[in-house]
T-cell receptor
Framework: QQQVKQSPQSLIVQKGGISIINCAYENTAFDYFPWYQQFPGKGPALLIAIRPDVSEKKEGRFTISFNKSAKQFSLHIMDSQPGDSATYFCAAPTNAGGTSYGKLTFGQGTILTVHP | DAGVIQSPRHEVTEMGQEVTLRCKPISGHDYLFWYRQTMMRGLELLIYFNNNVPIDDSGMPEDRFSAKMPNASFSTLKIQPSEPRDSAVYFC???????????FGDGTRLSIL
């Protein structure tokens, strides 16, 4: 069974700063690692995802860094804005085979607050 | 395009009552997931369906919980009898194909008094 440990639980950043959220997984099999963003009163929405054949993926101000040997991946938000204030979840495939047809195990979430 | 639609958005009921949560997945999506979100336990998968068939219900906490998907456009999660510890936000998500993205609804906030 997959375990995903996410840190920190909460993060406060000034506008324009860099927000960094980390996740570690246990299962050795993998093929897809997404990050979800959740605003109050809304469901989680896919922000960005990475497949393990690359070590980094960038979309605008959001970057995922992936360290296969350490079984860790992180989300970096550059030039953080107040509108980025939300809860962020990482996730990893639950199935031992690592194919994304199965379940995702979510981290506990990080509450990000960006001050103006 | 319409996203995943859940109803009701809020439900307040007394302990012991039956609760039914409803979900309409995105048209054409063949996977449907039910999650529960609490502060203590985070986002937990309860059950998921593929082509209307339950595939894995290992996350369903007790026999009081049941889920059905009578057709490709509708699913229900039922709690009978409900207990205060069932209070949580329940999300439904759907996915098109085995390697697609899970799209979440906006959830049902359930309060059991």
């Amino acid at each position: 069974q997959q375990q995903v440990k996410q840190s920190p639980q909460s993060l406060i950043v000034q506008k324009g700063g860099i927000s960094i959220i980390n996740c570690a997984y246990e299962n050795t099999a993998f093929d897809y690692f997404p990050w979800y963003q959740q605003f109050p009163g809304k469901g989680p929405a896919l922000l960005i995802a990475i497949r393990p054949d690359v070590s980094e993926k960038k979309e605008g101000r959001f970057t995922i860094s992936f360290n296969k040997s350490a079984k860790q991946f992180s989300l970096h938000i550059m030039d953080s804005q107040p509108g980025d204030s939300a809860t962020y979840f990482c996730a990893a495939p639950t199935n031992a085979g690592g194919t994304s047809y199965g379940k995702l195990t979510f981290g506990q979430g990080t509450i990000l607050t960006v001050h103006p | 395009d319409a996203g995943v639609i859940q109803s009701p958005r809020h439900e307040v009921t007394e302990m012991g009552q039956e609760v039914t949560l409803r979900c309409k997945p995105i048209s054409g999506h063949d996977y449907l997931f039910w999650y529960r979100q609490t502060m203590m336990r985070g986002l937990e998968l309860l059950i998921y369906f593929n082509n209307n068939v339950p595939i894995d219900d290992s996350g369903m906490p007790e026999d009081r919980f049941s889920a059905k998907m009578p057709n490709a456009s509708f699913s229900t999660l039922k709690i009978q009898p409900s207990e205060p510890r069932d209070s949580a936000v329940y999300f439904c998500a759907s996915r098109g194909g085995p390697r697609g993205t899970q799209h979440f609804g906006d959830g049902t906030r359930l309060s059991i008094l």
